[in-house]
């Protein structure tokens, strides 16, 4: 490797590493903030919430890799053209584009990667981020009894309890409602002091209760008058009542139910998929197309008579009115029965069309997010060039614009493909085919020493922005002779 090849690496790998990991770190952080709700108070261990981040960061990386290349591409060769670094090796005779090659190199590795990662790891970190996540949304907050609130977290019973002192476990003015015997039985225990400790597993949580007094009500003859309920009272020393907790702690569901979701697919298991798809759809439009077919045969055999097929169609009034009620009631059923099955036919058809869509959006993601890393390296290295702006304000606006442009051309293009308004193929590559052209104009007002001054001087825009804007008179306006 050459010294100008080692200095343009050495120069580019630093703002790429530190742009990848900033724009990771962005993306964790909005997904946080989205489900801050459902992962703070539920008493998970870090190792959980450590696991999430580390699966829900690895599903970030395909999309965080393009932006990277571009605002590196932006930094690096904004520095080095408002250093002039750029103008002394053009100096002597070294094109930009051999400039560019270690880095040509370099972002093809990049985006072989990112299709890897795409294939094969990041369906696997969507199949364990969905069903762990899905596992903490569905987990109890955690045990947390304050003073003098009515708690309800564990099924069947609602303590309160009137005063906590330092230690967290001795406790005053204990009431304890419970309704484990059903709806119709109502127990209450109350205690003037007590304790609340939880066995070695956190698996119980038992509460020793001093000088207090029970009261039980039957509920169940509840329509009679209060005077002739059974009601059951009584008073006590010292009682222990435990609390079964197995339902606070964290459990990990079947990762079976989730395997064949498109996002967890990797390219060949989504070829399976929208082929068997594909070949059920045809099948049942078979089926259909026989279905119907002799339902139509046996409607025919139904309202066929010998009266009825003689060429005079007057014979037909020779039937009795109930007999042709009786022959019109039947028709009128069979061909509901046929509008029902085109209905449920139509609504299938619907929902398989739409799953199929969405199996093909996710196919065509694994290739386009590959060529951005591409498209999106070819606009920000030439553009930084044009520019020659270094540090991190300019590149990072432009930069920021520019994703944002990519990111709407492709969401834009995913939610038309999805309602089957455009081809899955089309909507998602819909945004490298606008901006394809741009980054090949760029690379052309590169190599051609173009400066931002001049980006927008050409005689060509400034004729076609004139005729744009220019104010057409109306044919109803009178002219002056």
Known sequence: MKRLDRYVLKTYIGPFCMTFLVVVFIFLM?????????????????????????????????????????LSGLMTFGNMGERFELTAMKSTGIPLYRIMLP???????????????SNNLVPYANLKSTMLLRDI?????????????????????????????????????VLIYDHSNGRNTARLTHADHGSMV???????LVFTLYDGFYFDEDMQNSNESPERRMVMRGTFAKQTVRFDLSSFQFSRSDEGVFKTNFTALNVVQLDRFIDSIRGDMTQERELLGTSLLSRFRSLEACVSDSTLRTPD??????LSVPQQSSKA??????????????????????????????YEIEWHRKFTLCLACLILFFIGAPLGSIIRKGGIGVPLTVSILIFVFYWVLSTI????????????????????AVLLPIGVYLIYKSTRESQWGEFFQSKKLRNFLRQLFKKKPHENTPTLP
């Not at 801050?36 to 690895?58: P, R």
């Open 413 to 432: 293009g995913e939610r038309m493909a999805r309602v089957g308004s455009l081809s899955a193929a089309c909507g998602m590559w819909i945004s490298s």
């Open 137 to 173: 949304r569905s987990q109890k907050p955690a045990l947390s009894i304050d003073e003098k609130v009515f708690y309800k977290g564990i099924d069947n019973y609602v303590i309160r309890i009137g005063e906590k002192e330092k230690d967290n476990q001795t406790v005053h003015d």
């Open 30 to 70: 909005q997904f946080v903030w989205k489900y801050i709700d459902d992962l703070v108070g539920k008493g998970l261990e870090w190792t959980v919430l450590l696991k999430l981040m580390g699966y829900t960061a690895i599903t970030f990386i395909p999309m965080s890799l393009p932006l990277a290349l571009l």
């Open 198 to 204: 939880m066995d070695e597993q956190k698996q119980l």
């Open 313 to 318: 169609t007057a014979i037909v009034k020779t």
């Open 103 to 117: 880095l040509i190199f370099f972002t093809i590795g990049c985006s072989a990667g990112n299709f890897f990662l």
């Open 329 to 358: 009631s039947v028709a009128l059923q069979l061909f509901r029965e046929q509008q029902g099955s085109i209905e449920f036919y139509n609504m299938d058809l619907a929902n398989r069309n739409e799953q199929l869509w969405r």
